[in-house]
T-cell receptor, first 114, second 112 residues
Framework: AQSVTQPDIHITVSEGASLELRCNYSYGATPYLFWYVQSPGQGLQLLLKYFSGDTLVQGIKGFEAEFKRSQSSFNLRKPSVHWSDAAEYFCAVGAGTGFQKLVFGTGTRLLVSP | DAGVTQSPTHLIKTRGQQVTLRCSPKSGHDTVSWYQQALGQGPQFIFQYYEEEERQRGNFPDRFSGHQFPNYSSELNVNALLLGDSALYLC???????????FGEGSWLTVV
């Protein structure tokens, strides 16, 4: 069965520092991978997605992610974090019909210190 | 262009009652999915509707049912509510052959 692991429950980063959030997936074929962000009490906003092609994917708000098949990973990165980036981040793999059944990880909460 | 809209935003129900949540997909989208997000957890897939039929389903009991209307809007119904049904219910919309899935702001359900 498909699954996603986000090993870090909480991460604290200083404002202006770089960020990397880890995501490992389990899927038999080429995965459809997503990163979403959720601010407190809000819905999910799509940051970026990977289906095929270039393994380095650019998203909104200055985020990027790199697909590494050999490591079954899809880590999210940002070169310089802003205080407004504090939120919960979810990695997901697309499964089922049309790859539209998203299987989410448990999320990583990002705290940004001044 | 309105995104995915959900109603109500918050509601409180008593154990054993029934609840209906509503979702309007993003303009142009024909597929609606529902997710349950318990506090501190990632969203869990409930089911997906396309062409007014349930297309695929997650591991949820049949107390959870849904409907899709000809205008692609959708309802999620939960019968015989349990305390454990308290969660944020998220609606997501997409095109059947597409690869981008948009979420609404969710409906917070509290069962007391």
């Amino acid at each position: 069965a498909q699954s996603v692991t986000q090993p870090d429950i909480h991460i604290t980063v200083s404002e202006g520092a770089s960020l990397e959030l880890r995501c490992n997936y389990s899927y038999g074929a080429t995965p459809y991978l997503f990163w979403y962000v959720q601010s407190p009490g809000q819905g999910l906003q799509l940051l970026l997605k990977y289906f095929s092609g270039d393994t380095l994917v650019q998203g909104i708000k200055g985020f990027e992610a790199e697909f590494k098949r050999s490591q079954s990973s899809f880590n999210l990165r940002k070169p310089s974090v802003h205080w407004s980036d504090a939120a919960e981040y979810f990695c997901a793999v697309g499964a089922g019909t049309g790859f539209q059944k998203l299987v989410f990880g448990t999320g990583t909460r990002l705290l940004v210190s001044p | 262009d309105a995104g995915v809209t959900q109603s109500p935003t918050h509601l409180i129900k008593t154990r054993g009652q029934q609840v209906t949540l509503r979702c309007s997909p993003k303009s142009g989208h024909d597929t609606v999915s529902w997710y349950q997000q318990a506090l501190g957890q990632g969203p869990q897939f409930i089911f997906q509707y396309y062409e007014e039929e349930e297309r695929q389903r997650g591991n949820f009991p049949d107390r959870f049912s849904g409907h899709q209307f000809p205008n692609y809007s959708s309802e999620l119904n939960v019968n015989a509510l349990l305390l454990g049904d308290s969660a944020l219910y998220l609606c997501a919309s997409s095109l059947a052959g597409g690869n981008t899935i948009y979420f609404g702001e969710g409906s917070w359900l509290t069962v007391v």
